[in-house]
Protein backbone atom coordinates (compact mmCIF):
# COMPACT_ATOMS: atom_id res chain seq x y z
CA UNK A 1 0.00 0.00 0.00
CA UNK A 2 3.37 2.01 -0.04
CA UNK A 3 4.21 2.54 3.51
CA UNK A 4 4.32 1.53 6.65
CA UNK A 5 0.86 -0.06 8.56
CA UNK A 6 0.27 0.06 12.04
CA UNK A 7 -2.81 -2.00 13.70
CA UNK A 8 -3.99 -1.36 17.05
CA UNK A 9 -6.91 -3.74 18.74
CA UNK A 10 -8.53 -4.96 21.77
CA UNK A 11 -9.83 -8.52 21.04
CA UNK A 12 -13.75 -8.62 21.48
CA UNK A 13 -14.42 -10.28 25.42
CA UNK A 14 -16.24 -13.31 25.20
CA UNK A 15 -15.41 -14.37 22.09
CA UNK A 16 -12.42 -16.80 21.22
CA UNK A 17 -11.00 -14.81 18.55
CA UNK A 18 -7.60 -14.21 19.41
CA UNK A 19 -5.40 -10.94 18.39
CA UNK A 20 -3.34 -13.46 16.33
CA UNK A 21 -6.22 -14.67 14.34
CA UNK A 22 -7.80 -10.80 14.22
CA UNK A 23 -4.20 -9.18 12.44
CA UNK A 24 -4.00 -12.31 10.31
CA UNK A 25 -7.53 -11.77 8.66
CA UNK A 26 -6.78 -8.18 8.45
CA UNK A 27 -3.24 -9.00 6.74
CA UNK A 28 -5.03 -11.56 4.48
CA UNK A 29 -7.57 -8.99 3.21
CA UNK A 30 -5.31 -5.91 2.86
CA UNK A 31 -2.52 -9.06 0.91
CA UNK A 32 -5.81 -9.48 -1.53
CA UNK A 33 -6.53 -5.68 -2.46
CA UNK A 34 -2.89 -5.44 -2.83
CA UNK A 35 -2.68 -8.59 -5.40
CA UNK A 36 -6.00 -6.89 -7.20
CA UNK A 37 -5.60 -3.46 -7.22
CA UNK A 38 -1.45 -2.55 -7.81
CA UNK A 39 -0.59 -1.56 -10.98
CA UNK A 40 3.74 -3.35 -9.55
CA UNK A 41 2.11 -6.60 -9.87
CA UNK A 42 2.02 -8.21 -13.45
CA UNK A 43 -0.95 -10.26 -12.69
CA UNK A 44 -3.33 -7.68 -11.06
CA UNK A 45 -6.69 -6.64 -12.44
CA UNK A 46 -5.13 -3.11 -12.77
CA UNK A 47 -2.33 -4.36 -14.75
CA UNK A 48 -4.79 -6.78 -17.00
CA UNK A 49 -7.09 -3.83 -17.65
CA UNK A 50 -3.94 -1.32 -18.72
CA UNK A 51 -2.24 -4.42 -20.72
CA UNK A 52 -5.79 -4.71 -22.71
CA UNK A 53 -5.68 -0.83 -24.08
CA UNK A 54 -6.48 -0.09 -27.43
CA UNK A 55 -6.79 -3.83 -27.94
CA UNK A 56 -10.51 -4.04 -28.59
CA UNK A 57 -11.47 -6.58 -25.60
CA UNK A 58 -13.11 -5.11 -22.39
CA UNK A 59 -12.11 -6.59 -19.04
CA UNK A 60 -14.53 -8.26 -16.88
CA UNK A 61 -15.33 -7.02 -13.85
CA UNK A 62 -16.43 -7.96 -10.07
CA UNK A 63 -19.27 -5.82 -8.02
CA UNK A 64 -16.30 -4.59 -5.53
CA UNK A 65 -13.69 -3.65 -8.65
CA UNK A 66 -16.99 -2.17 -10.52
CA UNK A 67 -18.28 0.19 -7.59
CA UNK A 68 -14.43 1.69 -7.56
CA UNK A 69 -14.36 2.46 -10.70
CA UNK A 70 -17.48 4.49 -10.29
CA UNK A 71 -16.50 5.67 -7.50
CA UNK A 72 -13.74 7.32 -9.48
CA UNK A 73 -16.14 8.63 -11.85
CA UNK A 74 -18.02 11.17 -9.59
CA UNK A 75 -14.87 11.41 -7.93
CA UNK A 76 -13.73 12.86 -11.40
CA UNK A 77 -17.04 14.51 -12.07
CA UNK A 78 -17.16 16.79 -8.55
CA UNK A 79 -13.55 17.53 -9.17
CA UNK A 80 -14.17 18.92 -12.50
CA UNK A 81 -11.57 16.47 -13.89
CA UNK A 82 -8.54 17.57 -11.97
CA UNK A 83 -8.96 13.54 -10.16
CA UNK A 84 -8.37 11.77 -12.95
CA UNK A 85 -7.20 8.13 -12.57
CA UNK A 86 -6.00 7.83 -15.82
CA UNK A 87 -3.14 10.57 -15.23
CA UNK A 88 -0.72 8.49 -13.92
CA UNK A 89 1.35 7.80 -17.45
CA UNK A 90 2.30 11.92 -17.12
CA UNK A 91 5.21 10.26 -14.59
CA UNK A 92 7.18 9.37 -17.63
CA UNK A 93 7.15 12.89 -17.98
CA UNK A 94 8.11 13.66 -14.83
CA UNK A 95 9.99 11.27 -13.47
CA UNK A 96 10.41 11.92 -9.37
CA UNK A 97 12.46 9.13 -8.97
CA UNK A 98 15.07 9.78 -11.67
CA UNK A 99 18.63 11.70 -10.12
CA UNK A 100 19.46 12.85 -13.79
CA UNK A 101 17.08 14.02 -16.25
CA UNK A 102 13.84 13.89 -14.57
CA UNK A 103 11.76 16.17 -16.91
CA UNK A 104 11.13 15.12 -20.00
CA UNK A 105 8.62 17.77 -21.90
CA UNK A 106 9.13 15.69 -25.17
CA UNK A 107 6.71 13.00 -24.02
CA UNK A 108 4.18 15.21 -22.49
CA UNK A 109 1.87 15.94 -25.46
CA UNK A 110 1.69 12.62 -26.50
CA UNK A 111 1.05 11.23 -23.06
CA UNK A 112 -1.75 13.65 -22.57
CA UNK A 113 -3.72 12.28 -25.80
CA UNK A 114 -3.74 9.08 -23.11
CA UNK A 115 -5.15 10.64 -20.22
CA UNK A 116 -8.90 11.41 -20.07
CA UNK A 117 -11.35 9.29 -17.66
CA UNK A 118 -14.09 10.56 -20.37
CA UNK A 119 -12.25 8.50 -22.53
CA UNK A 120 -12.78 5.35 -20.67
CA UNK A 121 -15.67 3.05 -21.92
CA UNK A 122 -17.09 1.11 -19.03
CA UNK A 123 -20.71 -1.09 -19.90
CA UNK A 124 -22.27 -4.95 -19.29
CA UNK A 125 -18.83 -6.55 -20.88
CA UNK A 126 -16.65 -4.45 -18.15
CA UNK A 127 -13.94 -1.91 -18.89
CA UNK A 128 -12.32 -0.81 -21.91
CA UNK A 129 -9.16 1.93 -22.31
CA UNK A 130 -9.77 2.65 -25.90
CA UNK A 131 -6.28 4.25 -26.93
CA UNK A 132 -3.12 1.98 -27.01
CA UNK A 133 -0.56 3.30 -23.83
CA UNK A 134 -3.98 4.27 -21.41
CA UNK A 135 -3.29 3.38 -17.85
CA UNK A 136 -5.65 3.57 -14.62
CA UNK A 137 -4.44 3.96 -11.55
CA UNK A 138 -6.16 3.46 -8.35
CA UNK A 139 -3.83 4.43 -5.59
CA UNK A 140 -5.74 7.24 -4.66
CA UNK A 141 -8.81 5.19 -3.59
CA UNK A 142 -7.43 2.06 -2.98
CA UNK A 143 -4.94 2.79 0.66
CA UNK A 144 -8.39 4.47 1.82
CA UNK A 145 -10.45 1.97 1.10
CA UNK A 146 -8.07 -0.77 2.18
CA UNK A 147 -8.45 1.14 5.52
CA UNK A 148 -12.39 1.32 5.75
CA UNK A 149 -12.15 -2.74 4.65
CA UNK A 150 -10.29 -3.43 7.72
CA UNK A 151 -12.23 -1.13 9.41
CA UNK A 152 -15.39 -3.23 8.63
CA UNK A 153 -14.00 -6.69 9.51
CA UNK A 154 -12.97 -5.80 12.96
CA UNK A 155 -15.95 -4.39 13.82
CA UNK A 156 -18.14 -7.76 12.10
CA UNK A 157 -15.84 -9.99 14.45
CA UNK A 158 -16.73 -7.68 17.65
CA UNK A 159 -14.04 -5.52 17.89
CA UNK A 160 -15.15 -1.87 19.60
CA UNK A 161 -11.79 -0.36 20.10
CA UNK A 162 -9.04 -0.26 17.35
CA UNK A 163 -6.79 1.89 15.00
CA UNK A 164 -5.50 1.13 11.75
CA UNK A 165 -2.87 3.34 9.92
CA UNK A 166 -2.13 2.88 6.04
CA UNK A 167 1.04 4.81 5.26
CA UNK A 168 -0.16 7.97 7.13
CA UNK A 169 -4.29 7.49 6.68
CA UNK A 170 -6.21 6.33 10.01
CA UNK A 171 -9.08 4.65 10.63
CA UNK A 172 -10.47 4.20 14.19
CA UNK A 173 -12.90 1.92 16.28
CA UNK A 174 -14.24 3.70 19.36
CA UNK A 175 -12.15 4.65 22.01
CA UNK A 176 -9.00 2.90 23.70
CA UNK A 177 -9.43 0.95 26.22
CA UNK A 178 -9.20 3.50 28.42
CA UNK A 179 -11.49 5.28 27.64
CA UNK A 180 -10.10 8.23 25.85
CA UNK A 181 -10.42 9.44 21.97
CA UNK A 182 -7.20 8.08 20.00
CA UNK A 183 -4.93 10.77 19.65
CA UNK A 184 -3.46 10.96 16.27
CA UNK A 185 -0.33 13.41 14.95
CA UNK A 186 -0.34 15.29 12.26
CA UNK A 187 3.35 15.03 10.77
CA UNK A 188 5.02 19.30 9.59
CA UNK A 189 5.81 18.93 6.05
CA UNK A 190 9.14 20.36 7.10
CA UNK A 191 10.29 18.09 9.40
CA UNK A 192 10.02 14.57 11.57
CA UNK A 193 8.14 16.21 14.20
CA UNK A 194 4.44 16.52 14.78
CA UNK A 195 2.67 19.88 13.88
CA UNK A 196 0.21 18.32 16.45
CA UNK A 197 -2.66 16.07 17.30
CA UNK A 198 -6.16 15.70 16.54
CA UNK A 199 -8.64 13.33 18.97
CA UNK A 200 -10.51 10.71 16.79
CA UNK A 201 -13.27 8.05 17.77
CA UNK A 202 -15.00 6.10 15.68
CA UNK A 203 -13.74 8.23 12.56
CA UNK A 204 -11.19 8.58 9.97
CA UNK A 205 -8.55 11.31 9.22
CA UNK A 206 -6.69 10.84 5.71
CA UNK A 207 -3.95 13.43 4.52
CA UNK A 208 -3.00 14.27 1.19
CA UNK A 209 0.76 16.02 0.87
CA UNK A 210 2.40 17.66 -2.14
CA UNK A 211 5.78 17.42 -0.20
CA UNK A 212 7.96 13.68 -0.04
CA UNK A 213 8.50 13.70 -3.46
CA UNK A 214 9.67 16.70 -5.49
CA UNK A 215 12.27 17.55 -7.96
CA UNK A 216 13.53 20.99 -9.36
CA UNK A 217 13.48 22.10 -12.88
CA UNK A 218 14.14 25.38 -14.29
CA UNK A 219 15.01 26.87 -10.42
CA UNK A 220 11.71 25.84 -9.32
CA UNK A 221 10.78 22.44 -6.43
CA UNK A 222 7.52 20.91 -7.75
CA UNK A 223 5.65 18.47 -5.88
CA UNK A 224 4.40 15.47 -7.15
CA UNK A 225 1.21 15.80 -7.65
CA UNK A 226 0.14 16.31 -11.78
CA UNK A 227 -2.57 18.24 -13.33
CA UNK A 228 -4.46 16.22 -15.51
CA UNK A 229 -5.81 18.98 -17.63
CA UNK A 230 -2.17 20.89 -18.06
CA UNK A 231 -0.09 17.93 -17.45
CA UNK A 232 1.97 19.90 -15.24
CA UNK A 233 2.49 19.46 -11.68
CA UNK A 234 -0.01 21.64 -9.34
CA UNK A 235 0.58 23.97 -6.84
CA UNK A 236 -1.90 23.50 -4.15
CA UNK A 237 -1.35 23.47 -0.51
CA UNK A 238 1.21 21.27 0.77
CA UNK A 239 -0.68 19.19 2.95
CA UNK A 240 -4.46 18.85 3.88
CA UNK A 241 -6.10 16.57 6.34
CA UNK A 242 -9.58 15.80 5.96
CA UNK A 243 -11.53 13.86 9.01
CA UNK A 244 -14.67 12.01 7.76
CA UNK A 245 -16.56 9.23 8.76
CA UNK A 246 -14.61 6.86 6.46
CA UNK A 247 -11.22 6.75 5.67
CA UNK A 248 -12.46 7.32 2.10
CA UNK A 249 -14.23 9.75 1.94
CA UNK A 250 -12.01 11.89 3.93
CA UNK A 251 -8.96 10.63 1.20
CA UNK A 252 -11.04 12.17 -1.31
CA UNK A 253 -11.72 14.78 0.42
CA UNK A 254 -8.17 16.19 0.93
CA UNK A 255 -6.52 14.66 -2.21
CA UNK A 256 -9.20 17.01 -4.70
CA UNK A 257 -8.09 19.80 -2.46
CA UNK A 258 -4.31 19.53 -3.09
CA UNK A 259 -4.97 19.21 -6.55
CA UNK A 260 -5.98 22.71 -6.79
CA UNK A 261 -4.68 26.40 -5.84
CA UNK A 262 -4.66 27.44 -1.84
CA UNK A 263 -7.50 29.66 -2.81
CA UNK A 264 -9.29 27.34 -4.36
CA UNK A 265 -8.59 24.41 -2.31
CA UNK A 266 -10.25 26.50 0.72
CA UNK A 267 -13.44 26.89 -0.67
CA UNK A 268 -13.66 23.59 -1.54
CA UNK A 269 -12.88 22.07 1.79
CA UNK A 270 -15.15 24.87 3.12
CA UNK A 271 -18.06 23.04 0.69
CA UNK A 272 -17.45 19.65 1.56
CA UNK A 273 -18.69 20.25 5.45
CA UNK A 274 -16.01 18.00 7.41
CA UNK A 275 -13.23 19.32 9.56
CA UNK A 276 -10.01 20.49 7.98
CA UNK A 277 -6.15 21.67 8.00
CA UNK A 278 -4.59 22.81 5.16
CA UNK A 279 -0.92 23.89 5.27
CA UNK A 280 0.49 26.33 2.74
CA UNK A 281 3.74 26.36 1.27
CA UNK A 282 4.95 29.34 3.76
CA UNK A 283 4.22 26.74 6.58
CA UNK A 284 1.28 28.72 7.46
CA UNK A 285 -1.76 26.33 8.29
CA UNK A 286 -5.62 26.64 8.14
CA UNK A 287 -9.13 25.47 8.67
CA UNK A 288 -11.22 24.51 11.91
CA UNK A 289 -8.79 21.94 12.68
CA UNK A 290 -6.00 24.57 13.49
CA UNK A 291 -7.75 25.29 16.96
CA UNK A 292 -7.92 21.38 17.57
CA UNK A 293 -4.11 20.92 17.37
CA UNK A 294 -2.60 19.30 20.78
CA UNK A 295 0.91 18.63 20.88
CA UNK A 296 0.37 17.54 24.91
CA UNK A 297 -0.27 13.47 23.85
CA UNK A 298 2.93 13.61 22.02
Known sequence: MGGAATLVIAPPEGRRTTA???????????????????????????????RAAGGGAFTRLDPESAALLEIADQLWRSSGGLFDITSGVLRKAWRFDAAKAPVDLSQLETLQKKVGWDKVERTSEGVYLPVKGMEIDLGGLVKEYAADCAVRLLRDEGVTSGLIELAGDVATIGCQPSGK??????RAPQGRDPLGGIALSNAAAATSGNYARTLRFEGRTYGH????????????PTSVTVIGENCLSAGAVSTIACLQSPEAAMVWLSEAGLPWLMIDHNAGYSGPLATELDLSAF
Request: aromatic letters at 8%; hydrophobic letters at 45%.
Open 20 to 50: ASLVGAVESRLATLERRYSRYLADSLVSTIN
Open 181 to 186: PWQVAI
Open 225 to 236: LLNPLTGWPVEG
